[in-house]
């Protein structure tokens, strides 16, 4: 079983297009989506009916949640508080429906998929600690699971249980999964990765299970990050009058840092006597 995994979407249409695209191309046997469709971006409609179409097995994020009123904004930025003023406005009655029928969290065989972590939808998974507790969870509450699917962060992250090393990914973004051991699987955000990046990129991943009578254990995980058309974006922002960085799609941004970093009073100084 292949399924091809998408999170924290973001309303980015280019972005979950080329998504799309790419992992068609490798072969899906179903779709998973660990929440975030809507929120940030200018296309929460498109984006929705993008995704629906694929008929995958999907969750609600913090973002549809606090769209449908379902929980506060209080734990979001402002940023985010203001786009999802305006995704509320922006969604229409078939987008609506089909995200208030969204659940929290879904298990299937060998996996569940949560979007923050397994109890809380906004809870940031980033550290070892974190990570080792969510999967201490998963074995009491779920112990036929060997994969928890994680979004939220931002952040592309292969995590596994226990002391030792860590899986190493090879140059293609591939990582092999060792049957009896369990991973946190987080594939990254499609339409708003928050990774150093010259120019955004969108991130996601194609996880392979094998099955072998009633047995299901993962087989191995590639992650993927690839261009879109991030001035279209830009583009569709600005006609919706939402801030022109919501998607972090500001061009050159690193140059743009170091450009301001060099003109800085004292930069050439600090040069001279490191």
């Not at 809507?38 to 629906?52: I, S, T």
């Not at 922006?90 to 609506?96: E, G, V, Y």
């Not at 030792?164 to 051991?181: F, K, N, T, W, Y």
């Amino acid at each position: 079983m292949r399924y091809g995994l998408l999170s924290d979407i973001h309303a980015n249409l280019p972005a979950l297009t080329a998504a799309v695209r790419c992992l068609a191309g490798q072969g899906v046997d179903r779709w998973l989506c660990a929440g975030d469709v809507v929120g940030y971006g200018p296309q929460p409609n498109e984006c929705v009916a993008e995704l629906a179409a694929l008929d995958p097995v999907c969750i609600a994020g913090n973002h549809e949640l606090v769209a449908l009123g379902e929980l506060s904004g209080q734990r979001c930025s402002r940023r985010a508080r203001e786009s999802l003023d305006w995704t509320r406005a922006a969604l229409n009655p078939d987008t609506r429906a089909y995200l208030a029928a969204l659940p929290r969290a879904v298990e299937l065989p060998g996996l569940v998929m949560a979007h923050g972590s397994l109890s809380d939808p906004e809870e940031y998974v980033r550290t070892e600690a974190r990570a080792e507790a969510q999967l201490a969870r998963l074995a009491t509450a779920h112990p036929s699971a060997s994969v928890l699917i994680l979004g939220h962060t931002h952040r592309a992250w292969l995590y596994q249980q226990g002391p030792g090393d860590q899986p190493e990914r090879s140059v293609d973004g591939s990582a092999r999964l060792r049957s009896g051991s369990r991973y946190l699987v987080n594939p990254g955000s499609v339409g708003q990765s928050r990774q150093r990046e010259r120019q955004p990129l969108a991130r996601f991943a194609l996880l392979e299970f094998a099955e072998a009578g009633l047995e299901v254990s993962p087989v191995g995980v590639r992650y993927f990050a690839v261009d879109y058309d991030h001035r279209a974006v830009r583009g569709a922002l600005r006609g919706k009058r939402l801030p022109s960085d919501s998607m972090h799609v500001r061009p050159g941004t690193l140059a743009t840092a170091a450009r301001r970093l060099r003109r800085a009073p004292g930069y050439l100084a600090r040069q001279i006597t490191r």
